[in-house]
């Protein structure tokens, strides 16, 4: 299966993060999220930030977004602000939206859910995460040593949680229908790992996807993107409990952030552009 540019757009400040819900949007080192429609088209740009967002995420008709100049803000998706969520003070480096509650990850070690624009619960995990997923009851948490799984339950619990496993792995992260996927401790190779307690989350697989440090994933359905340092974005294959090639392009600069929808991928890529690669 070969990989394709389908379009391309060009911006005069460094993409950093990106996320995506019917489309596209791009937080820049400027301080700004611009927003594109699925073929590239320029939408809208806002000043959202004083600097870099270091995450986005969007969910039930919001963006969100989170630098180091204040809490989490919360906007439409042509820019207007809605509120801001309550922090603990520390930096945000992770958002992500499960069902209608919010969860951010920060430099302290701090797990936070929102409900309805307000903190809901609150967990430590007592090292920074870089990037969090929820399947309920399991939260997984990385930084560049361990992933750690804890068992949460905010209906029952707003601190309280039970560790249940952890794993020599790295950021990114990220959990796709019972599959666990994440990154070797040296960055450069793919863990693909059961995401259920009945195998105590057995490894299934790990293939060597890079040379150079793999900053990003992203996973839709049965396929998995990866991509880094040496600005190639490639697609593999979760079959048979094993991780299958399946193409790869090289877009000239290291890749900040991706976002995948169905049979492609957003790239955001330094240099200043963002690509859309498609799987044919």
Request: contains cysteine; proline residues 3%; aromatic residues 8%.
């Amino acid at each position: 299966m070969s990989l394709k540019i389908e379009a391309e757009a060009k911006l005069e400040s460094e993409p950093c993060v990106v996320a995506l819900d019917n489309q596209l949007f791009v937080g820049c080192e400027d301080g700004s999220i611009k927003s594109f429609a699925a073929d590239l088209t320029p939408k809208d740009s806002w000043a959202a930030h004083a600097v870099q967002p270091f995450a986005l995420a969007t969910g039930n008709g919001y963006l969100y977004s989170s630098s180091n100049d204040g809490g989490i803000r919360v906007w439409s998706p042509s820019g207007q602000k809605i509120t801001e969520l309550q922090s603990t003070g520390a930096d945000v480096g992770t958002l992500q939206v499960f069902g209608t509650n919010v969860y951010a990850g920060d430099e302290d070690g701090n797990i936070i859910v929102y409900e309805n624009n307000a903190m809901k619960a609150k967990y430590n995990v007592l090292e920074e995460v870089k990037t969090l997923w929820f399947s309920p009851p399991y939260l997984f948490t990385v930084r560049d040593l361990y992933v750690t799984i804890t068992e949460i339950k905010p209906e029952e619990s707003t601190t309280r949680f039970m560790t249940r496993h952890s794993i020599e792995g790295r950021s990114p992260l990220q959990v796709s229908g019972n599959k666990l996927l994440f990154l070797s401790r040296d960055g450069n190779s793919l863990c693909l790992h059961d995401a259920t307690i009945d195998t105590v989350f057995k490894k299934l697989d790990e293939v060597k996807v890079s040379d150079m440090i793999v900053t990003s994933i992203a996973a839709r359905d049965n396929y998995v993107w990866t991509g880094g340092w040496d600005g190639c974005v490639r697609r593999w294959k979760i079959a048979n409990d094993k991780l299958e090639a399946a193409g790869e392009i090289n877009l000239g600069g290291c890749i900040n952030s991706l976002a995948a929808a169905t049979d492609r991928v957003y790239a955001a890529v330094s240099g200043g552009k963002v690509v859309c690669v498609l799987a044919s």
